[in-house]
T-cell receptor, first 115, second 114 residues
Framework: DTGVSQNPRHKITKRGQNVTFRCDPI?????LYWYRQTLGQGPEFLTY????????KSRLLSDRFSAERPKGSFSTLEIQRTEQGDSAMYLC?????????????FGPGTRLTVL | AQSVTQLDSQVPVFEEAPVELRCNYS??????LFWYVQYPNQGLQLLLK??????LVKGINGFEAEFNKSQTSFHLRKPSVHISDTAEYFC????????????FGSGTRLSIRP
């Protein structure tokens, strides 16, 4: 069990460019979550998957954001036409889908800086 | 909907002193409660969680928290802190729904002075 991994760890981009982040959950965890954490704030929920199905999206997830989990394993989060306000830490978490009491395990995050 | 309020954005304490990080929550339904810790440049790590049963919950690294339903609080305590406890601490709630997304507070930065 290697834990949740995220790549890249850091991304610097210019405003208007597209970026894509990847999350590899703990194997056999069929629930996967994306959160965004801005400076000085706690993480905010963006979306979650059960297997390959995206079951909930926050209103924070604008049309420029899209997330996928094509085979129910790794997930990608894409931001199109980035804006400076997108600068944040993007966190991924996974957990088994058993009971609602199961713990979410977080990855180290991808820090995005939009210039 | 749920919300979490962490009353102190920063808490400075001397090494080996006791510390309490305060957390209040708001919810119209029953919730689970969590404390997570985030060390510099690292992801979130679960310290402890309250699901049901005893209102005093013990976690890792000598931390404990007490659930108080009447005051809707879940304060985190440690009797004697160490330099290595320097980190950001987040209180969080999750409802009983199948989604189980977590709602976090804004965090409390704990700084330990030698």
């Amino acid at each position: 069990d290697t834990g949740v991994s995220q790549n890249p760890r850091h991304k610097i981009t210019k405003r208007g460019q597209n970026v894509t982040f990847r999350c590899d959950p703990i194997s056999e965890h069929n629930r996967l979550y994306w959160y965004r954490q801005t400076l000085g704030q706690g993480p905010e929920f963006l979306t979650y998957f059960q297997n390959e199905a995206q079951l909930e999206k926050s209103r924070l997830l604008s049309d420029r954001f899209s997330a996928e989990r094509p085979k129910g394993s790794f997930s990608t989060l894409e931001i199109q036409r980035t804006e400076q306000g997108d600068s944040a830490m993007y966190l991924c978490a996974s957990r088994p889908s058993g009971g609602s009491t199961d713990t979410q395990y977080f990855g180290p995050g991808t820090r995005l800086t939009v210039l | 909907a749920q919300s979490v309020t962490q009353l102190d954005s920063q808490v400075p304490v001397f090494e080996e002193a006791p510390v309490e990080l305060r957390c209040n929550y708001s919810s119209s339904v029953s919730v689970y409660l969590f404390w997570y810790v985030q060390y510099p440049n690292q992801g979130l790590q679960l310290l402890l969680k309250y699901l049901s049963g005893s209102t005093l919950v013990k976690g890792i690294n000598g931390f404990e928290a007490e659930f108080n339903k009447s005051q809707t609080s879940f304060h985190l305590r440690k009797p004697s802190v160490h330099i290595s406890d320097t980190a950001e601490y987040f209180c969080a709630v999750s409802d009983f729904s199948s989604a189980s997304k977590i709602i976090f507070g804004s965090g409390t930065r704990l700084s330990i002075r030698p």
